[in-house]
């Protein structure tokens, strides 16, 4: 399921969903030098290998075995992948599955090499917190790594301080809370660029620079000059005496709350202390009072004021479902290179930011990284602002903005093509997140909702959709594969990490080849995999050692 879909919680979709799938471990082999030389100052040789690269691949909720016999598993519909696999490595389904299954705490118990009671994602993809009142709050587990549960919002009246300060990747494995041990830092110490496609965590989130003391929502229907009342999509928030805006750009006009009624087109509206001194569309962004949003990831990685700061803010206010609005995602959302010790590729670039990690074991000062499409594209092509996906496509967002595609627009073409960029820029060690391909991501956010109304939805195994998709997939890693081998980047020198999360498994479905006739879904997980996992838990807890993923890749090793 969509990673946009999951942060809206548990839906009752009535449709099949994926089966279970565990992690897959290609070695890299001791045969002949790299053909590629690999970054200058990254030394990722050990146990005498010649180990030049490294490529971690993380799938969203995909099979490794059938959920109907006479269905094809989605491995075995992207044979150029699992023949690599099984040719040139170890094809595996002993992982255990972390305790509740999900997509955010299956692929960060990946990364860290801690479950989820350790890493602060015991519940995900989004979890409730106790405020001090007693009520609950809800956060998206889906955050930078740093950033914190609750941020509050100081542009309420009084400001609304944080419930939580701790931070979402928290851990008590020092005896007090702490931020999770980031992922990337033993390949940077070690003075290896780390590229992030969509990682979980390991990228910026989301492009937050102000926070809302009501709204932003949008004209139910167009307002003209001289009228003193405006339909709206939501009134929540809105208060008499707040002070509003209404519109972007040259065309915002701030007003001033007299009533407030019911939202939608027909309802009674809000009525303003005045009459409008402009026309105004329906859809166009009315909000209340904003304040700099301190824990926003544009605040905190670009700083309050910055043109990256206003861009953020401009898309936030922008109409919902633009090209606007989507902008500063696409730009600073999804994709970063953490860079090594020495600089690495951050040398090149202006835009290198502090890449801060204050709780870090042993800290980590004075590194850098380049955080978004906008300055990480132009350092890995040589100065242009396009990468390709792995068809020789412009990868952009649903309004032809080159960039980051949003979450759900990340499947295998677009990841590898920004992979293979990657390391053919020097970037050795890189993450890659890869959509699932049983749900069509056809109109999801950022993109504009589909007109009929039909919202994106899961395909079980056999329908058209699903097989197409797979087979887009298999086209990919076939591409991918042959432009790693041009250059020089093969099972040799390069250590292959191919996983997923989110185990579930459609039952009680009968199928044919195009079609779901009885649709019913149930998540399961056998006892054996309960009692394994729980096993592993207790004695994982009782051991204290923190598995790194670069100690779990050394040991691959």
């Given at each position: ?22 992690g ?33 691949l ?44 999900h ?22 993809n ?18 930078y ?36 041990p ?118 905190k ?42 600089g ?34 132009p ?70 909702p589909?007109p ?36 020089g ?50 004695r ?11 100690t ?6």
């Amino acid at each position: 399921m969509s990673r946009r879909l999951k942060i809206a919680g548990e839906l009752a979709i009535a449709l099949a969903l994926v089966a279970v799938t565990a992690g897959s471990v290609a070695r890299a082999g001791s045969g002949a030098a790299a053909a590629a030389r690999g970054q200058k100052g990254c030394n990722l040789n050990g146990h005498g290998t010649e180990l030049k690269h490294v490529i971690y691949l993380q799938f969203d909720n995909t099979h490794l075995f059938r959920d109907r016999s006479n269905f094809a598993s989605d491995l075995e519909q992207m044979p150029h992948l699992m023949n690599f696999l099984r040719d040139n490595g170890t094809l595996s389904d002993n992982e255990h599955t972390i305790l509740i299954s999900h997509t955010a705490g299956g692929i960060l118990s990946s990364l860290t090499g801690l479950y989820p009671d350790r890493n602060g994602q015991a519940v995900s993809n989004s979890y409730g917190f106790f405020r001090p009142s007693g009520s609950v709050g809800f956060s998206s587990s889906f955050k930078y790594w740093t950033d914190t549960t609750d941020g509050g919002n100081p542009a309420t009246s009084p400001p609304t301080p944080s419930a939580d300060t701790n931070f979402n990747m928290v851990t008590g494995d020092s005896g007090s809370p702490k931020n999770t041990p980031a992922p990337w830092v033993p390949w940077a110490r070690a003075g290896c660029d780390v590229g992030n496609v969509s990682t979980a965590n390991a990228v910026l989130e989301n492009n937050n620079a102000i926070t809302f003391a009501a709204g932003p929502t949008t004209l139910a229907a167009a307002a003209s000059i001289g009228a003193t009342n405006i339909k709206v999509g939501s009134v929540t928030g809105f208060v008499a005496g707040m002070a509003i805006t209404i519109d972007t750009g040259a065309n915002a006009e701030p007003a001033t709350i007299m009533r407030v009624g019911t939202a939608g087109a027909t309802g009674t509206g809000i009525t303003l202390t005045g009459p409008l001194a402009n026309n105004h569309a329906s859809g166009v962004p009315m909000y209340g009072p904003t304040a700099t949003d301190p824990t926003g990831d544009m605040t905190k990685v670009f700083g309050a004021g910055s043109p990256e700061w206003q861009e953020g803010r401009d898309s936030q206010i922008a109409p919902f479902a633009s090209a606007a609005r989507a902008k500063a995602l696409t730009d600073f959302v999804g994709i970063t290179i953490h860079c090594g010790a020495n600089g690495g590729i951050c040398n090149n670039s202006p835009n290198a930011k502090p890449d801060v990690l204050p709780d870090e074991p042993g800290g980590y000062g004075g590194f850098k990284g380049l955080f978004g499409a906008l300055y990480v594209n132009p350092a890995i092509t040589g100065g242009r602002t396009v990468v390709n996906d792995t068809a020789g496509d412009p990868i952009a967002d649903p309004f032809g903005h080159p960039g980051f595609p949003g979450f759900d627009g990340v499947p295998a073409k677009v990841t590898l093509g920004y992979v293979a960029q990657m390391q053919e820029a020097g970037v050795p060690v890189t993450f890659g997140y890869i959509s699932d391909a049983h749900d069509n991501h056809k109109n999801a956010f950022p993109a504009p909702p589909d007109p009929a109304g039909v919202f994106p939805r899961a395909s079980g195994p056999g329908e058209s959709d699903y097989v197409a998709a797979l087979k887009s997939y298999d086209d990919a890693f076939a591409a991918f594969f042959k432009r790693l081998q041009k250059d020089g980047i093969n099972q040799h020198n390069t250590l292959f990490v191919v996983t997923a999360a989110s185990p579930t498994t459609a039952t009680g479905a009968t199928h044919t080849a195009t079609s779901i006739r009885r649709r019913r879904v149930r998540q399961t997980r056998s006892a054996r995999s309960t009692r394994t996992c729980a096993r592993c838990s207790r004695r994982r807890r009782r051991s204290r050692r923190s598995r790194s993923t670069a100690t779990r890749l050394q040991r691959s090793t």
